[in-house]
């Protein structure tokens, strides 16, 4: 299965989910989903993910499984750190998530009002329109 692309292909401009489908029944929801900065992650970059917090961040069990040296664990955090679009070291609150493009209030009231969204979910999307 292909990976969530995380710019336009024409344009580079951000993009969002918009259907999501079960590969066993076949049921499909429409909507406007936002991918999670794990995302922007290449395959290998997402496995060293995987690894380090299946191991509890244990640099030690990382250089034995992954039979390398602490500085080459290290450095490959750092890669994944800037993968994620944080500076290393750095304490730096998240970004806030992009404003949904082409939405309106209006558009994501009648989606309440129509009972398609929660009164939850529509105070998120009401809180990322610009």
Same mark, same amino acid.
Not at 2 to 26: D, F, L
């Given at each position: 299965?292909? =990976?969530?692309?995380? =710019?336009?292909?024409?344009?580079? /401009?951000?993009?969002?989910?918009?259907?999501?489908?079960?590969?066993?029944?076949?049921?499909? !929801?429409?909507?406007?989903?936002?991918?999670?900065? %794990? /995302?922007?992650?290449? $395959?290998? &970059?997402?496995? %060293?993910?995987?690894?380090?917090?299946?191991?509890?961040? /244990?640099?030690?069990?990382?250089?034995?499984?992954?039979? !390398?040296?602490? &500085?080459?664990?290290? /450095?490959?955090?750092?890669?994944?750190?800037?993968?994620?679009? %944080?500076? $290393? +070291?750095?304490?730096?609150?998240?970004?806030?998530? $992009?404003?949904? $493009?082409?939405? &309106?209030?209006?558009?994501?009231?009648?989606?309440?009002? &129509? +009972?398609?969204?929660?009164?939850?979910?529509?105070?998120?999307?009401?809180?990322?329109? =610009?």
């Amino acid at each position: 299965m292909r =990976k969530i692309i995380e =710019k336009c292909p024409a344009c580079q /401009n951000e993009v969002i989910v918009t259907r999501i489908s079960c590969t066993r029944c076949e049921c499909e !929801v429409t909507g406007q989903f936002q991918p999670t900065i %794990f /995302n922007r992650l290449t $395959p290998e &970059s997402l496995a %060293f993910v995987e690894t380090f917090v299946r191991l509890r961040g /244990n640099i030690k069990e990382m250089e034995r499984e992954l039979s !390398v040296p602490y &500085s080459t664990i290290r /450095n490959r955090l750092d890669e994944v750190i800037l993968e994620l679009g %944080f500076v $290393p +070291g750095a304490h730096i609150p998240p970004p806030e998530p $992009p404003a949904m $493009p082409g939405v &309106s209030q209006q558009e994501i009231l009648k989606r309440l009002e &129509s +009972g398609e969204i929660t009164p939850e979910e529509a105070t998120e999307e009401l809180g990322k329109v =610009k």
